[in-house]
């Protein structure tokens, strides 16, 4: 007997839940996480139900709601069935994205974001990593794999805001125009550029497709090279 049977008046929630339209799954998703033992039993099942499945934005809001309660019984779940988190961690080059991982179940953004550039570093090799930044030439030449993982690591734990595919669907929508880009994911106001750290946000009200700060990669050729890399090419 599932929990929304027990309690009727989950059910709804339950639906909304397995909807797969995200907007009604991600207003569900705090409701069932403040129900009680059984609106916890329903986001456990719905994380059991799609281990096998790509790491949607709900399957990861559902882990991270229940990844802070952090009871006993929660925490032994979870390390049970997905003891890394949700997200399945490839690599073509042997890298270890997990403490990346680590920080965006946290919501961590920002030690993200500066993450996720030592990542591509490291993918480039060394050169790239002493100097801190990329060549275009370096982007092009990247796994699809390793993109592929990052792009997901930032999707699942953003609820679908963040990530290169997103900002490569917004570069797509104006035309290719990078100066429209930027207005648009909050990286430039006014012709100003945004200052880091402190003029970007680092949470959930940030615009959509504002992280990872590619910006941070030096000029727009690499960024152009990201966008338009085959990983995004199904």
Request: charged share 20%; aromatic share 12%; with cysteine.
């Amino acid at each position: 007997m599932t929990a929304s049977s027990l309690y009727p008046e989950l059910e709804p929630l339950r639906q909304q839940l397995e909807s797969e339209v995200l907007k009604k799954q991600l207003s569900v998703i705090p409701q069932l996480a403040n129900a009680g033992d059984p609106g916890l039993e329903i986001l456990m099942s719905f994380l059991q139900e799609n281990r096998d499945q790509d790491p949607k934005p709900a399957i990861g809001s559902a882990y991270i709601a229940l990844f802070q309660i952090k009871t006993p019984e929660i925490l032994d779940f979870l390390k049970a069935y997905f003891p890394h988190g949700v997200v399945s961690l490839q690599s073509d080059r042997e890298i270890d994205y997990q403490p990346l991982q680590d920080l965006l179940i946290q919501q961590d953004f920002q030690q993200g974001d500066r993450l996720t550039l030592e990542k591509l570093c490291e993918l480039a090799g060394e050169q790239a990593m002493n100097r801190q930044w990329l060549y275009f030439s370096e982007v092009d030449r990247f796994p699809k794999t390793d993109l592929q993982t990052i792009n997901a690591l930032w999707l699942a734990y953003s609820e679908g805001k963040f990530g290169f595919s997103v900002q490569r669907e917004l570069w797509l929508a104006q035309g290719k125009n990078f100066n429209k880009l930027w207005d648009k994911i909050g990286w430039k106001k006014e012709n100003n550029w945004t200052r880091y750290p402190n003029g970007f946000i680092w949470d959930l009200s940030a615009p959509r497709g504002h992280l990872p700060l590619s910006n941070q990669l030096r000029g727009v050729q690499p960024f152009a090279s990201l966008l338009n890399h085959p990983a995004w090419v199904k």
